[in-house]
């Protein structure tokens, strides 16, 4: 999960960055609206936390632009600007949530949680990747989707994890490969597309929703296309 910060202030920047980070996240820093909009069409981010009073493009016109450009991507806006029409401001401009400073960081990191949980994301929950109604108990080695448990191998239980630290992510055969097999592993075989359809059997099986979508071209996206 990689999370942008947009905040001007440096002390405060950090503070949330190192916060995401010791809960498992991702985050990168931009101090103006101008690198940040930059940043959103060359990186992908899971999540924009955006200041309102920023310099370059304010955070208002900055939330308008990435909605635009990211529309399923989730914006939490964090300003000391906390009256009512503040916030309808920040909703008027596709704000998904709004927190006023000063706050809690166990707040910011419960709101961080719930909208990505909401837009279909990789949650992180103590040692387990949740994903919609899948789970993956990292400390158990077991997979349980909707209340059942699901019996995975070794190798398939690694290669649903990779998955899941990536949803959203386009990821190719080798990249797969190299993060899943060993450095040995030949690239020449059909291997890594015969696990991912051993894996696609035993967790969508019977549901409705597939969670596992081939890029013709490209290789392989878990969660929401």
Avoid at 62 to 78: E, Q
Avoid at 156 to 170: H, I, K, P, T
Avoid at 200 to 225: A, P, S
Wanted: aromatic share 10%.
């Amino acid at each position: 999960m990689k999370i942008l910060i947009v905040e001007d202030e440096p002390k405060v920047a950090s503070f949330i960055k190192k916060g995401l980070q010791e809960n498992h996240y991702e985050a990168e820093i931009s101090y103006d609206g101008i690198s940040a909009e930059k940043l959103s069409r060359l990186y992908k981010f899971d999540l924009f936390i955006l200041d309102v009073i920023i310099p370059g493009i304010g955070g208002l016109e900055l939330c308008t632009k990435l909605k635009k450009f990211n529309p399923d991507i989730p914006v939490l806006m964090l300003t000391a600007l906390g009256t009512t029409d503040d916030k309808i401001l920040g909703f008027d401009a596709g704000a998904d949530d709004y927190l006023v400073k000063p706050f809690e960081f166990r707040e910011l990191l419960a709101r961080v949680k719930v909208l990505l949980k909401k837009s279909g994301h990789q949650v992180n929950i103590g040692n387990k990747l949740i994903f919609e109604d899948l789970e993956l108990d990292l400390n158990r080695k077991i997979a349980v989707r909707s209340g059942k448990s699901i019996e995975l191998t070794a190798r398939e239980f690694s290669l649903l994890e990779y998955f899941m630290r990536n949803a959203g992510r386009v990821l190719s055969r080798n990249d797969i490969a190299e993060k899943v097999w060993d450095a040995g592993f030949d690239f020449g075989t059909n291997v890594v597309d015969v696990y991912v359809n051993f894996l696609r059997k035993k967790i969508e099986k019977g549901y409705d929703k597939k969670l596992i979508h081939t890029k013709v071209g490209f290789g392989y996206v878990f969660g929401n296309l």
